[in-house]
């Protein structure tokens, strides 16, 4: 088996969503002082390739640490909207794969906007789904849907319809995903598992594609 990591470092300065704190990474113990090392970690829960909980946004949503940790893992389909700068990823540009959703347990958008990780132009304009695609794609039986981008609604948006939409139908949300260039469309694994701490609304991850 092939393992190709799909995860953003943590680390000082990283991209964080707007009005988000950076996360800190702080040596709690040394080597030279204490005998080994420790660090003290601080960070917002959606830092860097995170998941996103129906709880995030769902007064009644669930939150990770309750979910099987089989909700977390399964056979993934890439489709690749990175022809769409600033368009919408609507439910007509997913319809040709509608056979290989039906297998699919997670949905994977590569947009290529990971090409531009630390610069500016990562916050936008990257592809988002319509409302209509996602909520098009709750008949299908998905467990998570991935991107390689820092939100799946506009950076400016409002309300998060699109966030809402498939939260609102029990799909975790993988955001900030990279690399997914090195996958092929069909015939692999994904797996995404986040911190289990209490009332997760949601976790880093390190996600990982799993190749035969």
Known sequence: MRVVDLTHRIEEGMPVFPGTEPPRLT????????GFRETLLSLYSHTGTHMDAPAHMLGEGATLDVLAADRFLGPALVVDVSDLRGASV??????????????????????????????????GP???????????????PLKGV??????????????????????????????????????????FLFGAFPLRYALADGAPVRAVGMLP
């Open 90 to 123: 609507t439910a007509e540009r997913l319809a040709p794969h509608r056979e290989a959703l039906g297998r699919a347990k997670y949905l994977l958008l590569r947009t290529r906007w990971d090409r531009f990780w630390g610069q500016e132009a990562y916050f």
């Open 126 to 140: 990257f592809p988002c789904l319509t409302r209509e695609a996602a909520a098009w794609l709750g008949a299908f």
């Open 27 to 34: 040596p709690a113990n040394t080597l030279e002082k204490d």
């Open 146 to 187: 991935g991107a390689d981008a820092i939100s799946f609604d506009p950076i400016d948006s409002p309300d998060f319809p699109v966030h809402r939409t498939l939260l609102g139908r029990g799909v975790v949300l993988v955001e900030n995903l990279t690399g997914l260039g090195g996958l092929p469309e069909e015939g």
